[in-house]
């Protein structure tokens, strides 16, 4: 890591994961004022293309220069990833809990590992298996599907989440290819530029202009742009510009641990004893992976140093 140290982008890749955690905050007024799941990916991703289009206008207009072949990676993760997997995790929120939505979610991390392997040749060893098996029984745990298992999930709820986490892992894949080309700002930006073009084409947010007279519509509707999206995804790819996309997955798997958290300090949801164990369980994997990468890092820079005094 050149140009940031190895905490910092731990930390980076971390808080964009708690940006992520907080949606529920954001999405349930919406839900309350008729919005349906797919009309919430619709005005997150129109939201979230305006604001970033404003901020990169101001303050990063060279880095919006871009190659046209670049724009088939932007295009693949705006709507195979971005537009998909929200409309899924959205859709499981809305039928059933936060809490069983973004665990399903977290069947990313997997989806990630196995494709890194087969596109990026990423290795897949001892340490990132032990911290992959870890964070997704940390993630049953926090959400109660561990140790009792009496989670009534629909066979259409449960396709549907694991749809979601499938979705959410081809983000790092087709980011990753140009994570050494563009800032975070960029990708993300042209990213939520086909995701929005894709929603208005497909949605029906135009003919529902009219809820936006509401003052808590805007205000549910700017933060989850603004918290959610634009500071959750520009975090979260600057952290995988330094890291694997299998390990900056897994970092992020401290969103369930936020989502959880939201619902006990705002929605007067309890903690239990193996909510903790999760808890510590998804820490843990985290640590195993900053850790090892650590290590592997120091090696190498012994080897270097080694060298350079033959």
């Given amino acids: 890591m050149e140009k940031l140290s190895s905490i910092r982008v731990y930390i980076i890749t971390i808080a964009g994961a708690v940006c ?23 005005i997150r991703g129109i939201f979230t293309f305006v604001i ?8 990063y207009r060279d880095q919006l220069r871009t190659r046209l072949k670049d724009h088939i990676f932007f295009a693949c993760a705006g709507i195979l990833s971005v537009a998909l997997f929200n409309f899924f995790y959205f859709e499981v929120f809305s039928q059933s809990s936060l809490s069983l939505a973004v665990t399903l979610l977290y069947t990313g991390p997997l989806f990630v590992t196995i494709l890194s392997r087969l ?14 098996a870890l964070a997704i029984t940390g993630c049953a745990f926090v959400v109660g599907l561990l140790p009792l298992g009496q989670e009534g999930i629909q066979m259409k709820t449960l396709v549907m989440g694991i749809l979601s986490g ?26 939520f530029l086909y995701t929005s073009i894709f929603m208005l084409l497909t949605s029906d947010i135009i003919k529902k202009t009219d809820q936006f ?4 519509v805007w205000v549910a509707a700017v933060l989850l742009a603004l918290v959610s999206t634009v500071a959750a995804f520009v975090l979260y790819t600057s952290g995988l510009k330094y890291l694997e996309a299998s390990k900056a997955s897994i970092l992020a798997t401290i ?9 006990v300090l705002f929605l007067g949801e309890q903690l239990r004893g193996w909510q903790v164990l999760g808890i510590a369980l998804v820490l843990y994997s985290a640590i195993l992976v900053a850790d090892g990468r650590s290590k592997a890092k120091k090696h190498v820079d012994t080897i270097l140093e080694e060298e350079s005094t033959v």
């Fill in 213 to 216: 007279q509401y003052a808590d």
């Fill in 119 to 132: 596109f990026f040749k990423e290795s897949l060893t001892i340490r990132k298996g032990w911290a992959l």
């Fill in 166 to 191: 499938f979705c959410y892992a081809l983000y790092s894949i087709f980011s990753k290819p140009v994570t050494q080309r563009y800032s975070a700002w960029t990708i993300t930006t042209y990213t």
């Fill in 255 to 263: 969103e369930p641990i936020i989502a959880v958290g939201t619902g």
């Fill in 20 to 42: 992520w955690g907080l949606i529920g905050l954001f999405i349930a007024p919406l839900y309350a004022r008729g919005f349906t799941a797919w009309d919430v990916v619709a």
């Fill in 52 to 59: 970033l289009i404003l901020v990169m206008t101001v303050f």
